[in-house]
């Protein structure tokens, strides 16, 4: 925490504002003209309100209020904020290169799991950077060691510290802010704020041991216990990945504005090589079929899972943040434009809003379109997909860019993987934000007849 976000961090930040020990940016052209973090400062505000608070707490204004920034903040805007401000902002290339370089390092220490080759990587990796500090910073001007501190020496060290103790998200957290937080509350007198501390202190230990000692830490929570789904939630166990919440739509969506998910179920119910289900037999089942419109679907991943939330469902306050953008995968056609090829069929990655959610019970066999159960359920999503712009990346980040929504799919809930955030970099012009990591990410259980031949 102090190595990275408390110093490294903020003394690259007090270096591009020329407010680094008096210091000026020498034979360098790496500091930023005061307009331009000042506009850094407002789109990390208005950031807030598009990144999901999984992702992190919303940021204060990085240009005015810095000294309210705490070691969370900092790491949350280096990680994912950073990247996209301060893309074309620096008047000489290499600093914005030198800064994303280290990003990429960050992210490689902070991985679930890591590789030796990897801490192998981050040995060279940190190495160079390094000595790339000392060439753009420092500059080799003996005047100019200040800004060299030790902060910047330690970063060597960190291949050895994660051979010796492991991936660093077992040690890297925020123990002393924790606990700070914890207590902070406990300050009941301001003239003697250190007696109402250690009373505190003292009554929690004890607390802590009783639970220990007789294995009552559930009966002497403090916490209510979550008892049950939420009420008025929905559970199938077809779905077991997911949960439908609140709000839901009264009234049962009218059929003629399913075009969309006619033609998702089509495609769905076509048997390869066998006969195929047409428009008109779809629209004609889904007519009988309980049809119902939810808001939110939570993944059931975790303890506590990502909840996104349809756009066209129900009202949303002003004040939410956007849990809307999604990232799902789905299979597609490469022969999709050639009638005559047989289908092969693709894995890919795509991004968009979250629309709306469908849960579809056909309370009876329907054997044309091959559903032989005497009941079945299915949860349909409608997403509109954003138009990315794969010319346009920040290499070796999860960062992508677009400026226009293309077209709509309706596909199944649990193609969905993640939500995403997404910041505004200009006008019409947006970035997506993912932190999903290698974790998130669906694996083709397709066999090879299903593929086709490559």
């Given at each position: 925490?102090?190595?990275?976000?408390?110093?490294?961090?903020?003394?690259?930040?007090?270096?591009?504002?020329?407010?680094?020990?008096?210091?000026?940016?020498?034979?360098?052209?790496?500091?930023?003209?005061?307009?331009?973090?000042?506009?850094?400062?407002?789109?990390?505000?208005?950031?807030?309100?598009?990144?999901?608070?999984?992702?992190?707490?919303?940021?204060?204004?990085?240009?005015?209020?810095?000294?309210?920034?705490?070691?969370?903040?900092?790491?949350?805007?280096?990680?994912?904020?950073?990247?996209?401000?301060?893309?074309?902002?620096?008047?000489?290339?290499?600093?914005?290169?030198?800064?994303?370089?280290?990003?990429?390092?960050?992210?490689?220490?902070?991985?679930?799991?890591?590789?030796?080759?990897?801490?192998?990587?981050?040995?060279?990796?940190?190495?160079?950077?390094?000595?790339?500090?000392?060439?753009?910073?420092?500059?080799?001007?003996?005047?100019?060691?200040?800004?060299?501190?030790?902060?910047?020496?330690?970063?060597?060290?960190?291949?050895?510290?994660?051979?010796?103790?492991?991936?660093?998200?077992?040690?890297?957290?925020?123990?002393?802010?924790?606990?700070?937080?914890?207590?902070?509350?406990?300050?009941?007198?301001?003239?003697?704020?250190?007696?109402?501390?250690?009373?505190?202190?003292?009554?929690?230990?004890?607390?802590?041991?009783?639970?220990?000692?007789?294995?009552?830490?559930?009966?002497?929570?403090?916490?209510?216990?979550?008892?049950?789904?939420?009420?008025?939630?929905?559970?199938?166990?077809?779905?077991?990945?997911?949960?439908?919440?609140?709000?839901?739509?009264?009234?049962?969506?009218?059929?003629?504005?399913?075009?969309?998910?006619?033609?998702?179920?089509?495609?769905?119910?076509?048997?390869?090589?066998?006969n195929r289900v047409t428009p008109r037999v779809v629209k004609q089942y889904l007519e009988a079929a309980d049809i119902q419109e939810w808001g939110k679907v939570q993944r059931i991943d975790s303890d506590v899972g990502e909840t996104m939330r349809a756009s066209a469902v129900g009202k949303i306050p002003d004040d939410n943040r956007d849990t809307s953008y999604v990232r799902y995968e789905m299979y597609v056609d490469v022969h999709a434009t050639r009638r005559n090829l047989d289908p092969v069929y693709k894995l890919e990655t795509f991004y968009g809003q979250l629309q709306h959610i469908y849960l579809i019970h056909f309370?009876?066999?329907?054997?044309?379109?091959?559903?032989?159960?005497?009941?079945?359920?299915?949860?349909?999503?409608?997403?509109?997909?954003?138009?990315?712009?794969?010319?346009?990346?920040?290499?070796?980040?999860?960062?992508?860019?677009?400026?226009?929504?293309?077209?709509?799919?309706?596909?199944?809930?649990?193609?969905?993987?993640?939500?995403?955030?997404?910041?505004?970099?200009?006008?019409?012009?947006?970035?997506?934000?993912?932190?999903?990591?290698?974790?998130?990410?669906?694996?083709?259980?397709?066999?090879?007849?299903?593929?086709?031949?490559?």
């Amino acid at each position: 925490m102090h190595l990275i976000w408390e110093n490294l961090i903020k003394n690259l930040i007090k270096l591009w504002t020329a407010d680094f020990k008096g210091m000026d940016s020498g034979t360098g052209s790496y500091e930023l003209q005061k307009s331009v973090w000042e506009a850094i400062g407002e789109a990390t505000v208005s950031a807030g309100s598009t990144m999901p608070s999984i992702y992190g707490p919303r940021l204060p204004d990085i240009s005015k209020d810095g000294a309210y920034l705490s070691a969370e903040m900092i790491s949350f805007w280096t990680l994912y904020l950073g990247p996209i401000l301060l893309h074309s902002k620096f008047a000489d290339q290499r600093y914005y290169d030198h800064f994303i370089h280290l990003v990429r390092l960050l992210n490689i220490c902070l991985q679930f799991e890591i590789s030796n080759d990897e801490v192998d990587q981050l040995e060279n990796g940190f190495a160079t950077w390094v000595n790339n500090y000392e060439e753009l910073y420092y500059q080799y001007n003996p005047q100019r060691l200040p800004t060299c501190p030790l902060t910047v020496h330690a970063l060597l060290h960190i291949a050895s510290s994660i051979r010796a103790c492991g991936p660093v998200w077992c040690y890297w957290a925020f123990p002393m802010e924790r606990y700070c937080g914890m207590i902070q509350p406990a300050i009941r007198s301001r003239r003697f704020p250190y007696a109402s501390l250690g009373r505190h202190v003292l009554e929690d230990a004890r607390l802590t041991q009783i639970k220990v000692l007789y294995d009552v830490a559930d009966d002497l929570s403090l916490k209510p216990p979550r008892l049950g789904p939420v009420r008025g939630s929905y559970e199938h166990h077809q779905y077991p990945t997911c949960h439908l919440l609140p709000p839901r739509s009264p009234d049962q969506p009218a059929i003629n504005t399913l075009n969309l998910l006619i033609g998702a179920l089509v495609t769905r119910f076509t048997v390869h090589g066998g006969n195929r289900v047409t428009p008109r037999v779809v629209k004609q089942y889904l007519e009988a079929a309980d049809i119902q419109e939810w808001g939110k679907v939570q993944r059931i991943d975790s303890d506590v899972g990502e909840t996104m939330r349809a756009s066209a469902v129900g009202k949303i306050p002003d004040d939410n943040r956007d849990t809307s953008y999604v990232r799902y995968e789905m299979y597609v056609d490469v022969h999709a434009t050639r009638r005559n090829l047989d289908p092969v069929y693709k894995l890919e990655t795509f991004y968009g809003q979250l629309q709306h959610i469908y849960l579809i019970h056909f309370n009876s066999a329907c054997s044309q379109l091959n559903l032989l159960e005497p009941s079945t359920t299915i949860v349909m999503a409608q997403i509109k997909s954003c138009r990315v712009d794969n010319n346009n990346e920040i290499e070796g980040l999860d960062v992508h860019f677009y400026s226009s929504m293309r077209n709509t799919d309706v596909v199944d809930i649990t193609s969905i993987q993640c939500l995403v955030g997404h910041v505004p970099v200009g006008h019409n012009h947006w970035a997506i934000v993912d932190k999903s990591g290698s974790l998130a990410r669906a694996l083709s259980q397709l066999d090879d007849d299903e593929l086709g031949d490559n």
